[in-house]
C-alpha cells in the first residue's frame, strides 16, 4: 500500500457492505423474536414482542439487506 493511497476496507462498496450486515441483522433479530420468545422473560419483560412492530422492521431490514446486494453484485 503506497503512502498517499486512498484504498478503503472491503472497496468503494463500504457502505453497501454495512447496510447488508445491519439489514441483515434487522431481518433475522425480529424474525427470530417472533419465531422463539423468551422462555422465561425478566420483570418488565414482554411475554411476546409486538407481531406488527416486528414484522415491519424484519420486512425494512429484509429491504435493506436485498437493496445492498444488489448494489454489491452491480458493482
Do not use: E, R, T
Given at each position: 500500500?503506497?503512502?498517499?493511497?486512498?484504498?478503503?476496507?472491503?472497496?468503494?462498496?463500504?457502505?453497501?457492505?454495512?447496510?447488508?450486515?445491519?439489514?441483515?441483522?434487522?431481518?433475522?433479530?425480529n424474525l427470530l423474536a417472533i419465531v422463539r420468545p423468551p422462555v422465561n422473560p425478566q420483570s418488565g419483560d414482554l411475554q411476546r414482542p409486538p407481531l406488527s412492530r416486528s414484522l415491519t422492521m424484519a420486512g425494512i431490514g429484509l429491504v435493506a439487506a436485498i437493496w445492498a446486494l444488489a448494489s454489491i453484485i452491480k458493482a
Open positions: 500500500m503506497l503512502v498517499g493511497d486512498s484504498s478503503l476496507l472491503l472497496g468503494q462498496n463500504l457502505l453497501a457492505w454495512l447496510v447488508l450486515a445491519f439489514g441483515g441483522a434487522l431481518f433475522a433479530g
